[in-house]
């Protein structure tokens, strides 16, 4: 499938999505949200894909939200179908049922930010930096960034962050938990890379299962999420990769995983 804004590779399991709109800085427009919405559901499809990276080239990863179209919005209504636009992206990489790593070099902006957080990894280079600069332009973090932001950092941190709408670079990134690794510039998607590589020997339908009771059970109580965990555990012990697992450890073989 073509695609306008973003580009689409195939490299052995990895299923790489490279934002390009470099005349706007990849800034991600309606048009590209549309897009990877579809490349992730063309990614999904394929069994031979295990995971999926979202980049933005060796440049900058994203200036965030195309501010032409949000400077559009014209009243509550307007802006809620915009936004409605950016949960649908978000919440389609949280549900992609396989790992999905943003790999991050250059600057990443807002919007950027926030569908960087929406994925379920991230992985960013020296010299990376980070920001959702809402309050300079008078504006709240739209797109997830007040939600996602401190689930992962901290509700202290993300408030220190939000406030000042400063960016911090790969290395506090990195500290505060914001990246889960850091690589040499020019590293970011070689790292993704090799990271899908483990993750391709593992079962599909269990990583599928760990992102969905992880995801959702951080917004249930404990004992909710138990109850969610104890039902998808039942589950998968009725899979074939379950058999096979178990089989190829006690036979002290390599599993075949068939993610049935």
Known sequence: MS???ILTDRDGSSFVITLN????RNAV???AMDEIM???KEADSDDAIRAVIITGGMDYFSAGADLNEARAIKGPKQGIAYFNSWHRLNESLEMLGKPVIAAIEGFCMTGGLELALAC???VAAEGASFAITSSKIGTVAGAGGTQRLPRIVGQAKALELLFAADPIDAREAHRIGLINRLTPKGGALAEAKAMIKVYEQRAPLSLAFVKRVVNR???MDLASAIEFETFLVTTIYGTEDRLEGIGAF???RPAQFKGR
């Open 29 to 31: 427009s309606l048009q």
């Open 21 to 24: 709109r470099p005349q706007r």
């Open 120 to 122: 379920d990894l991230r």
């Open 217 to 219: 059970g951080m917004q």
């Open 38 to 40: 579809a490349a992730c």
């Open 3 to 5: 695609y306008e804004t």
């Open 250 to 252: 006690l036979e002290k």
